[in-house]
Structures are given as C-alpha cells and as structure tokens.
C-alpha cells in the first residue's frame, strides 16, 4: 500500500469553501436579531455596555458575546471608546423599526426558517445542539453526558468529516512547526533526540501524522475516545507513522495525560467556555518539562472581538455546536500567562488558522 503524504499542500487554497460553508450563520443572525431579539430597537434607545446589553436581551455572556461580535463584524454594530455598543449608521438607517427606510420586514422574511429558529435557542439556552436530546452533543464529550463520539457509527462519520479539513490544513501547520531542542522523554527512555508529541482530542491524529512524517526521529501519542481512536489507527497506517504512534484513550478532564515534550490543542480550545480553556491551558502544562511546548492551533478573533466576518460567523457555528466561541490571542496569552507558560510566537498557517507557540522555562 503507497504511503500516504500527509505533508502534500493541496493545489489550491481551500478557504473561500470554508467561508461560504458557514454563510447561512449571517443571514440567521441578522434574522434572529430582527425579528426575535430586537437588538438594533433596544440599541436605537441609547449606547449599552456588553453587560447591560446582556441584561436586556437576557442571554448568557457567552451568547451576547458571540451576537455582538458577529453584529461587529457584519458592521451593524460598534464599540465606543468607553466600551459601549452603539449601532453604526447604516443598521440605524435600515434596522431600526421606526425609520422609514427600515428594511426589517424584508430580513424577518427569514425569521422563522429552521436555521433562524434553531439559532434563538441556542442563543437563549445557551446549550448546544443536541444536548436536549438523548444522543447529546455532536462534537464535545463532557463526563455524564451522552455524546456522538462515544457511538461507532456517528464517531466515523464526524471524525472523517473533520478529518477533510485536516488534510488541507496539516501540511502547513507541520511545516511552520519548528524542531526546538532535543526532547527530554524520549532521551530518558531510549537516548533519542527527537520529541514525543501528545495531541489531545486528537481526533484523525492527521496534524501529528504530519508531524511524524516531518520529523522522522520523533514520536506521537493521540489522546481521545475509544470509537475516535480507531479511525486514527487507520490513518496511521495509511500514512507509515504507526510504529512511532502510541493512541491513548482517554477523559482528558479526569484522566492523566501521557509524559510528552509538546501537547497539542488542535482546534480544541474553541469548543469551550473560558474557564473550561484555562483550566484545560493549565493541566496540559503541568505535566510538560522544562523546554515543553504548548502548541494551540486554531483560528483568531481580533483583539477588540468584533471581527473579521469570517472568523465571527465561524464563532456562531462554534457556539450552535459546542460549548465554546472564538477567542482572540490576547484571550489565548492569557490562558498562557495563568499557566505560567512564556510565549513565544503566533504564526499562520491556513484556513484562517494559527499555530500558537508557548514554552515552559
């Protein structure tokens, strides 16, 4: 059986995809917030804080959060100076029910369309998709609950369905991951000077078996569910990493994580609420070395979170789907600073991703 590549770059660029994939969360927001929410009404009486805007819709901070940056970004709404939310012209102009150029009867054509509909639940629950229901979650496991991941059949299809994005966007994360020094595991337990790279909710495992293939001296350990770790023994195989990678299974709330000179976050962050990341940030770190690295991989909201659209309406899906949103780097530094790690650099890769670099000194 051919080998393989893990390290091909596709021919062209995958993102454009990507970006009108999850378009329909535009026309959704503006519909929810219209026609259920009646943000630009409420925001047309007077500027309000993030909190009071919280209060007066009543939703969680997580919720309102995700609305305003997506609101931001769509460039409906604003940020003062002084923090206050306040609409820009053009959602004043068009939005607001009271101006006679309002074209809120137009958007609330939409406002009770399924994916609308689905939306204000999410956003006034709070929960996501599926956790009502008896199969739970799609793409989270939480300890006590149901989850997708647990079942053969919904873990293969998931898994290999994320695993499509991986194999754009893994090339370009191994090649901008640097080496760094020899690692300290492997050369207590046989003299090797490559690394050991533990990849948490690792899922396919195809960033590691990128990595592996880069870097022929080093090893790789993929911690996840049982169900998810099958399909990441077959793509072990496909790719000629599997004698250097250990699969692991694992709660990675409850149980311990295996010695290893780097942990990897991939696109696992974003599927939780602030204090769920720092607390992941900071038992990943706990257990590395000196000279350990912690790689987290994932997209970035700006620093202000009101943008860029892409990156916003990528948050909502995140939000519909899992516990979690975007974060900025600053939100990121900061997880990172808690855990008494000392950053090194945030590089790009693709798909609106990026590889950011912290190390235990």
Known sequence: ??????????????TPIFDLFRGNFATELLAASV????????????????????????????????????LCAMQLLTKRLAGEIDLTPLARNHLVTTSPFSVGGYISLAAQSAGTLALVERLK?????????????????????????????????????????????APRFADVLPAGQPGKILKDNSGSSGRVLLDVAGGSGIYTMAVLQ????????????????????????????????????????????????????????????????????????????????LLIHDVLLNSDLTGPLEIALYSL???????????????????????????????????HGHLILSEKV
């Open 214 to 293: 880069k870097y022929p001296t080093w090893r790789g350990i993929i911690f996840d569910r049982p169900e998810v770790l099958k399909i990441a023994a077959e793509l072990a195989e496909q790719t000629g990493v599997r004698d250097r990678l250990e699969l692991h299974a694992g709660d990675m709330w409850v149980d311990p994580f295996p010695p290893a000179d780097d942990i990897l976050l991939s696109n696992v962050l974003h599927d939780w609420d602030r204090p769920q990341c720092a607390r992941l940030v900071a038992k990943a770190t706990s257990g590395l070395p000196e000279g350990g690295r």
């Open 125 to 169: 629950s709070d929960r996501p998709e599926g956790a009502e229901s008896e199969q739970g979650a799609a793409f989270i496991f939480r300890e006590g609950s149901e989850s997708a991941m647990d079942r053969e059949d919904s873990a293969r299809f998931l898994t290999l369905s994320l695993a499509g994005r991986a194999w754009n966007v």
């Open 35 to 70: 026609a259920h929410l009646h943000v630009f009404d409420i925001l047309n009486e007077s500027p309000l804080s993030l909190d009071e805007l919280q209060r007066r819709l009543v939703l969680s901070e997580r919720a309102t959060q995700v609305l305003v940056t997506g």
């Open 1 to 14: 059986m051919a080998v393989k590549d893990a390290l091909r770059f596709p021919p062209t660029d995958v």
């Open 317 to 351: 899906a995140l939000f519909s789907l899992t516990e979690g949103r975007a974060y900025s780097l600053e939100e990121y530094r900061g997880w990172i600073a808690g855990a008494d790690l000392k950053y090194v650099d945030c590089i790009p890769t693709s798909a």
